[in-house]
């Protein structure tokens, strides 16, 4: 394993950071600080209790950033590191303190190939280790290609989770209920079927699914009032920010605002009653990867806003308003392939370069 460089911390801690040079908004110059360096293929950032931070690597490493040192967590289940697959995110529940346990969202080896899949483990004391990795919730197994594995989630306010899960590259398993591809699950946190999914009565369909017709939904976030959002990749354009509706049918690949690759049209065109429309789209198409959407601690005129990592163009968008729209799109050298971006505990905007290898950690 080659050597990593890890400045890490908090604002108030005894981290140790370097200054990098600031970016440009309409809220004024941001304070940019490198926090680690040598990342290989970041994913996903998650917030400690303690004041540390954990990280993500999709080659199946997790580290944890504490007092300006670098140390790795073992215990990590077996990971299907191929394509755009491994380990992915990481979700600190609100109970952490007192359960100590942690979900991970991953691709996992199957027969025919990879599914994504969900698993909890718990924090050692000395937090150097997981202990008791399980997993609770996996797709139906037989997807090839290492595509579109989704892969975010988020725990709703009642402590249930949300998972959202890509269409792994077939494209017509997205309206397929019988199949999880290309939806958004609800589950808890022990993997079973909570009441009041939407399809447990619907016969032939995954009791997980709560919404579907999604292609390939890398971002997820609560607003304020906690309504699940999520941002996904369309193909030549398209790209899309949905509010998830329960039970409800987004369109692909039926319905899209982008085209195939080669330039052919997608399914019926842009609209089809009983499917969805996106809250907002781009096109062209920005790869967007992860999204916040932000509390106003640090910066109250941005309370509601939506920030979204763009892997093509190098830049974060932030999007506001009703309805919603881009209004300002911040980018700099650190802004390269922006995979994740998280409001950190004290109101920072905290984001993974995977160009850089690098996270940052933004203040006014």
């Known amino acids: 394993m080659k050597r990593r460089s890890f400045l890490a911390g908090l604002g108030g801690s005894a981290f140790c950071a370097r200054a990098a040079a600031g970016l440009d908004s309409r ?24 004041g540390s931070v954990l990280l993500t690597e999709r080659d199946g490493r997790l580290s944890r950033l504490a007092d300006g040192e670098r140390s790795s967590v073992s215990g990590v289940g077996e990971v299907w590191a191929q394509g755009q697959g491994g380990l992915l995110d990481v979700l600190v529940p609100r109970d952490f303190a007192e359960s100590r346990r942690l979900f991970f969202s991953f691709a996992k080896p199957q027969q025919g190939g990879a599914g994504t899949a969900v698993a909890r483990a718990r924090l050692s004391s000395d937090a150097r280790s997981l202990e008791d990795w399980q997993t609770i919730f996996e ?3 037989g ?4 595509r579109h594995f989704g892969s975010r989630l988020v725990e709703a ?3 249930l989770l949300f998972v959202t899960v890509g269409e792994r590259g077939d494209r017509p398993s997205a309206q397929d209920l019988g199949r999880e591809n290309g939806s958004i699950l609800r589950i808890a946190k022990d993997g079973s079927v909570p009441p009041g999914n939407p399809f447990t009565k619907t016969t032939g369909a995954r009791p997980e699914i709560w919404s579907y ?5 890398q971002g997820a976030a609560l607003d304020l009032g906690g309504q699940l959002w999520v941002v996904e990749h369309g193909a030549r354009g398209g790209d899309e920010i949905n509010r998830i509706r329960k039970g409800a049918n987004y369109g692909w690949p039926v319905i899209s605002y982008g085209t195939h690759y080669s330039g052919a049209r997608i399914g019926e065109g842009t ?14 198409s920005i790869a967007p990867s992860g999204m916040t959407i932000y509390s106003g601690k640090l910066w109250p005129e941005w309370r509601g806003h939506f920030f979204v990592g763009s892997l093509k163009f190098d830049m974060i968008s932030r999007l506001a308003g009703s309805p919603i729209k881009e209004v300002e799109r911040i980018s700099g050298s650190e802004t390269l392939r922006v995979r994740d971006i998280r409001e950190g505990p004290d109101g920072a905007l905290w984001f993974l370069s995977v160009g850089q290898g690098a996270l940052y950690r933004v203040t006014p």
């Open 143 to 146: 997807s090839s290609g290492g």
């Open 213 to 217: 017709g999604h292609r390939n939904p």
């Open 157 to 159: 306010p009642d402590g």
């Open 271 to 284: 609209h089809k009653q009983g499917m969805e429309q996106p809250a907002f789209y781009w096109d062209p």
């Open 139 to 141: 797709m139906v197994p």
């Open 27 to 50: 809220a004024g110059t941001l304070n940019v600080t490198l926090m680690a360096e040598g990342l290989d293929a970041p994913w996903a950032i998650g917030f400690l209790p303690d």
